[in-house]
Every structure is written in structure tokens, then in C-alpha cells.
């Protein structure tokens, strides 16, 4: 049970720790937006890998760019979140789009649609 906790505590320590990096122009990619949502981080149980993912209300294409930047500084982002967290080791990063937003969107206009034929 604790472990599930300091887990998840972990996850949420590294979500923040790169919201703020992209929000405070800490990494230096002219392709990467600021605008950018970092939704969720996901925690290998050894915890050596750590999905996260970004999501933004910009454009597909921008974002897409914006991913790959993030993607190109990962090295970078991995040593800053070494001294921040201060733990023995420092997971891998991968960074993929969250299109859930995007997704409850194309639902919702379903569903409205429903709603106008009734």
C-alpha cells in the first residue's frame, strides 16, 4: 500500500517538475510550445521509465512539433529532474500525446447532435 503511494507521489513529483520546465522556458527548442498540458506521467513499477504525456488545445501539427522537441531534449529534461527529485536514479523519458481532450470534444459533439435530433 505504501509503495503504491510513494508511486504515485513520484509520478505526480516528475508531472509537475516538467509543467514547470516547459512553462518557466527552461528548455531551450524553438519548436516547443509553451502552451503545452503536461496530463499525466506514467511510472514503470522499477520506476526506470516514465511515460508522459502532453496534451495542448494548439494545433495537431504544432503539438506533433512540439512532442518531438520534447523528445529531442529528453536527455536534458532527465538531468534537471535528477536534481530536482534527488533519487538514486532518474527514469527514461518518453513523451506521447494525450488525445483524450480531443476525444471527449468529438463525444460531446455526438452527443449534442443526438440531443438536437430528439
Excluded: W
Excluded at 512532442?67 to 530536482?84: E, F, G, M, N, V
Excluded at 527514461?92 to 443526438?114: A, H, M, P, Q, W
Aim: proline share 1%.
Amino acid at each position: 500500500m505504501n509503495s503504491n503511494f510513494n508511486h504515485q507521489r513520484l509520478e505526480e513529483r516528475i508531472r509537475e517538475a516538467i509543467s514547470t520546465m516547459i512553462v518557466q522556458n527552461k528548455i531551450k527548442n524553438h519548436h516547443l510550445s509553451s502552451f503545452l498540458s503536461v496530463s499525466e506521467v506514467r511510472l514503470s513499477k522499477d520506476k526506470s521509465y516514465a511515460t508522459v504525456y502532453i496534451s495542448s488545445f494548439i494545433s495537431d501539427a504544432k503539438l506533433e512539433e512540439s512532442c518531438s522537441a520534447l523528445k529531442q531534449s529528453s536527455s536534458y529534461i532527465q538531468r534537471r529532474l535528477a536534481s530536482i527529485l534527488k533519487t538514486r536514479n532518474t527514469p527514461r523519458l518518453d513523451f506521447k500525446i494525450d488525445t483524450s481532450y480531443k476525444d471527449g470534444e468529438k463525444v460531446n459533439r455526438l452527443i449534442d447532435s443526438l440531443n438536437e435530433k430528439s
